[in-house]
């Protein structure tokens, strides 16, 4: 019996030492991250505040902890990329905070855009839409990551539609 027992607790260590190889702990998630984009240096339409305004926040947001990646005028490939990597990252942190600053239009079938640098003012509304990227496409983005509890998104832009038609 006293081999029998023996073998039992060879065995029970065996088992329980491979149990913790195999065993990969859960990594504890990181506080807040936050993307910040300021585009100014639109064609014939510049808006410098923009990109001091991003400065301005990336600095306050490190002050209060957050892990900041901080973009400037960027073309609409390069925001959907910076978008895309932010979000990516988002299910390692509690808190995600997404700011533009720059110019913005609503559209005639009421959505929000956020231009990129690539709009100019000869375009149409449709073209300028193609170089924008859509406000809900940014929230639906960050809703898809559901393990971060909080998420913050911040737009310093106006609103009005430049490229309307009014025929």
Not at 25 to 33: D, M, S
Not at 47 to 55: E, S, V
Not at 89 to 109: C, D, E, I, M
Not at 110 to 116: A, C
Request: net charge neutral; proline share 3%.
């Amino acid at each position: 019996m006293r081999n029998g027992l023996l073998i039992f607790l060879w065995l029970w260590v065996l088992g329980s030492l491979e149990a913790q190889r195999a065993f990969k702990p859960i990594q504890p998630k990181k506080g807040r991250l936050a993307l910040v984009i300021g585009n100014s240096a639109y064609l014939g339409q510049a808006l410098p505040n923009a990109a001091n305004d991003a400065q301005d926040m990336a600095k306050t947001l490190s002050l209060l902890g957050f892990e900041v990646i901080l973009k400037e005028n960027l073309t609409k490939n390069q925001m959907e990329e910076e978008i895309s990597a932010f979000v990516k990252q988002l299910s390692n942190y509690k808190v995600g905070l997404f700011y533009f600053a720059g110019h913005g239009f609503l559209s005639t079938q009421k959505d929000n855009y956020l231009m990129s640098t690539g709009v100019h003012r000869g375009m149409t509304e449709t073209f300028a839409k193609s170089h924008s990227i859509a406000l809900e496409d940014v929230m639906g983005s960050m809703d898809e990551v559901e393990n971060t509890p909080t998420k913050i998104l911040i737009v310093d832009a106006c609103r009005n539609n430049p490229f309307r038609s009014w025929g």
